[in-house]
């Protein structure tokens, strides 16, 4: 069991280094479509090889695209709350919105039941995306909207539950992808979703080389951060159960804070960084005792 553990650690820590990347670039989309299409040219050849050598089922080809479909819809999704919020203040509720969900979806339409180790998990959750969000406070310069007006000020919250709501949705499918192709093959097939997604906005932009100009170095070291961190976790879905390993990958809600606040010199750091600790012991609660 060591050996998954390590690795979903080290895709937590590389998740967050290259979503630290992402918010400091100047167009997110483009960023994130540069740092995927690396990797989704150099994986192309992968991934038809086994298809040509492993023809799949018409039922397992409508799985790989229901996941091509919510990368895309992920991409999108990811560069815009990366436009509007702070990292300190999106990325935890992004990555905890699954452990949130999953258990109380669990408790009200399926009659599952938690422990007490599990309700004290979902409390410290939803204590930590309140004080991020600033429910109550007045100071909504704090989304980075600038927006006076209470919607705008909680978009960024929104939109980061949203992330991680399809985050949830194509985990799973992704398990049962594994059931018929290789973690480097999937890998492609995610990676071409991506990029499908953020597409029609690098076109749009027409800011693909000034982009590259001022971040060259950071986009290849992210096009190997980002596929290598979903990898890393494909390869400890081989190797243990989805509820054993999933909640400790979110140990990169802590280290993305920290990033952003000691690096980004991003506002209300020590709060953030509490926030972030108290909704890593939640998922942890609720993912391993609840």
Not at 23 to 40: A, C, D, H, V, Y
Not at 184 to 209: C, D, Q, W, Y
Request: some cysteine; proline content about 4%.
């Amino acid at each position: 069991m060591l050996l998954p553990i390590l690795l979903v650690l080290a895709s937590g820590m590389c998740h967050a280094v290259w979503s630290m990347f992402t918010k400091r670039s100047l167009n997110k989309s483009i960023f994130l479509w540069s740092i995927m299409m690396i990797s989704t040219v150099l994986l192309l050849p992968v991934l038809l090889v086994e298809l040509w050598n492993q023809p799949l089922t018409a039922g397992a080809y409508a799985l790989l695209l229901l996941s091509v479909a919510l990368q895309a819809l992920y991409s999108w999704l990811l560069s815009k709350t990366y436009e509007m919020g702070d990292l300190s203040q999106i990325y935890p509720v992004m990555r905890g919105t699954s452990t949130l969900l999953i258990p109380l979806i669990g408790v009200l339409f399926l009659t599952e039941s938690l422990s007490i180790y599990g309700w004290a998990g979902i409390c410290f959750m939803l204590g930590g995306f309140a004080v991020l969000s600033g429910l109550g406070t007045r100071n909504r310069s704090l989304a980075g909207t600038g927006s006076g007006s209470a919607p705008g000020y909680y978009t960024p919250m929104l939109m980061a539950l949203c992330v991680g709501l399809c985050t949830t949705c194509y985990v799973f499918v992704d398990k049962l992808n594994l059931q018929h192709m290789s973690p480097l093959a999937l890998l492609e097939v995610t990676n071409i979703g991506f990029v499908a997604g953020l597409t029609p906005a690098v076109l749009k932009s027409r800011k693909l080389l000034e982009e590259w100009r001022r971040n060259k170095f950071t986009i290849l070291l992210g096009s190997v951060l980002n596929p290598g961190s979903y990898l890393l976790f494909l390869f400890a879905l081989q190797q243990a159960p989805l509820a054993h390993i999933s909640p400790l990958r979110e140990i990169g809600t802590i280290f993305a804070t920290f990033l952003g606040v000691l690096l980004l010199k991003e506002r209300q750091g020590l709060r953030r960084m509490v926030c972030s600790v108290v909704i890593f012991c939640g998922i942890l609660l609720v993912g391993v005792w609840g």
